[in-house]
C-alpha cells in the first residue's frame, strides 16, 4: 500500500523558514512526478511545486517563486520543500503528492496524497 507522510508544518512569523518533508512508502518504482499543493479555507487546492525525479523539470507557482525549493533525496525515499520568507498568505494544510506520469499542476492528476501538514504564518 503507498503512504506518503508529510511532516515539518508549524506556526511561524512572517519573514521566516520552514522546510517540510514528505516521506514514500510502498512504491516499488520511481515516481515520476512529486508534487507540494495546498489549500487554505475556503480555496481551492493549489500546486505549490512540482518537480520529476532527474530535476529536468520543475515548476512554481507565481506566488512562491524564489521563495519556495522542492527538492529531493531519493535514496532516503522523500522530498522537500523548503520555503523562505514565508508571508501570512503561505498560510494553508501543505500536502505532498505523487504521480507515475508527467507533471500536471491539476490536483484530480495526482491519485497519492499525504494526510498533509499545517502551516501558519502570523504578520
Known amino acids: 500500500q503507498v503512504q506518503l507522510v508529510e511532516s515539518g508544518g508549524d506556526s511561524v512569523q512572517a519573514g521566516g523558514s520552514l522546510r517540510l518533508s514528505c516521506a514514500h512508502f510502498g512504491f516499488a518504482a520511481a515516481w515520476s512526478c512529486m508534487a507540494w499543493f495546498r489549500q487554505a479555507p475556503g480555496k481551492e487546492r493549489e500546486a505549490v511545486a512540482l518537480?520529476?525525479?532527474?530535476?529536468?523539470?520543475?515548476y512554481y507557482t507565481n506566488s512562491v517563486k524564489g521563495r519556495f525549493t522542492i527538492s529531493q533525496d531519493s535514496a532516503k525515499k522523500m522530498w522537500y520543500l523548503q520555503m523562505n520568507l514565508l508571508k501570512s498568505e503561505d498560510t494553508a494544510m501543505y500536502y505532498c503528492?505523487?504521480?507515475?506520469?508527467?507533471?500536471?499542476?491539476?490536483?484530480?492528476?495526482?491519485?497519492?496524497w499525504g494526510q498533509g501538514t499545517q502551516v501558519e504564518v502570523a504578520v
Open positions: 503528492a505523487a504521480r507515475v506520469g508527467n507533471c500536471a499542476s491539476a490536483a484530480a492528476s495526482f491519485p497519492y
Open positions: 518537480m520529476n525525479p532527474n530535476s529536468t523539470y520543475t
